[in-house]
Antibody, heavy 117, light 106 residues
C-alpha cells in the first residue's frame, strides 16, 4: 500500500522560509513522478512543482523562483522549500506521486501552512 | 494556461440517482484529462485518468468520456459515500484543475 505523509507546516511570518517533507512508503520516490499541489478556498487546487525520475524539475510559471522541489533517495522522502513567504502562500499543501507526469495517483493527507504576522 | 470550467457548481441528487458532471477546457486537451473526488478534510482521490480509465479500486459506476474540450464524469447510481466535491484536471500542458462540482444529498 502506498502511503505519503507530509510534515513541516505551521505558522510562519511573512518573509520567512520553510521546508515541507513528504515521506513515502510503498512508493519509490526516485523512480516515479513526485509533485506538490496546494489548495486554498479562493484559488482552489494549484499545481506547484513536479520532479521527474531523471531529476528534472518544473514549476508553475507564477511561482518560479521561490519554490524548490528536491528528493532524498536514501530517505525515500521528497521536499518543498519555500522562501520569501507571503500571506497568499497560506494553503493546505499536498504531496502527490504518480507513475506518469502531470497526474496525482497517490496523495498525502495535506499539511496546513499559515503565513501571517 | 488551460482553464477548466466545471458545471454545474452544485448538483443535488438522491442516493440511487445519476450524476452527470461537465468539464470544459479553454483549449483542446489532447490527452490526460482526469477526475478526482475530495471529501472534507481529505486529499483528492484519483477516480479517472486519460478521460475514461478508472483508477485502481474505483467502482464501475464511475465512468468518464469526452474529447477535445468537452469531458464528462458520470456516476450511474449514487451511493452515500459518493457525495463530495469532484474536480477535473488536465495534464496535457502544465497541470490545472477545474473549480469543482459539489455533489450533495437532496
Amino acid at each position: 500500500e502506498v502511503q505519503l505523509a507530509e510534515s513541516g507546516g505551521g505558522l510562519i511570518h511573512p518573509g520567512g522560509s520553510l521546508s515541507l517533507s513528504c515521506a513515502a512508503s510503498g512508493f519509490t520516490v526516485s523512480s516515479n513522478y513526485i509533485n506538490w499541489v496546494r489548495q486554498t478556498p479562493g484559488k482552489g487546487l494549484e499545481w506547484i512543482s513536479i520532479m521527474y525520475p531523471s531529476g528534472d524539475t518544473y514549476y508553475a510559471a507564477s511561482l518560479r523562483g521561490r519554490f524548490t522541489i528536491s528528493r532524498d533517495q536514501s530517505q525515500n522522502t521528497f521536499y518543498l522549500h519555500i522562501t520569501s513567504l507571503r500571506t497568499d502562500d497560506t494553503a493546505v499543501y499536498y504531496c502527490a506521486g504518480a507513475g506518469r507526469p502531470n497526474r496525482g495517483d497517490y496523495w498525502g493527507q495535506g499539511v496546513l501552512l499559515t503565513v501571517s504576522s | 494556461e488551460i482553464v477548466l470550467t466545471q458545471s454545474p457548481a452544485t448538483l443535488s441528487l438522491s442516493p440511487g440517482g445519476r450524476a452527470t458532471l461537465s468539464c470544459r477546457a479553454s483549449q483542446s486537451v489532447s490527452c490526460c484529462l482526469g477526475w478526482y473526488q475530495q471529501k472534507p478534510g481529505q486529499a483528492p482521490r484519483l477516480l479517472i485518468y486519460d478521460t475514461a480509465n478508472r483508477a485502481t479500486g474505483i467502482p464501475a459506476r464511475f465512468s468518464g468520456s469526452g474529447s477535445g474540450t468537452d469531458f464528462t464524469l458520470t456516476i450511474s447510481s449514487l451511493e452515500p459515500e459518493d457525495f463530495g466535491v469532484y474536480y477535473c484536471q488536465q495534464g496535457s500542458h502544465w497541470p490545472t484543475f477545474g473549480q469543482g462540482t459539489k455533489v450533495e444529498i437532496k
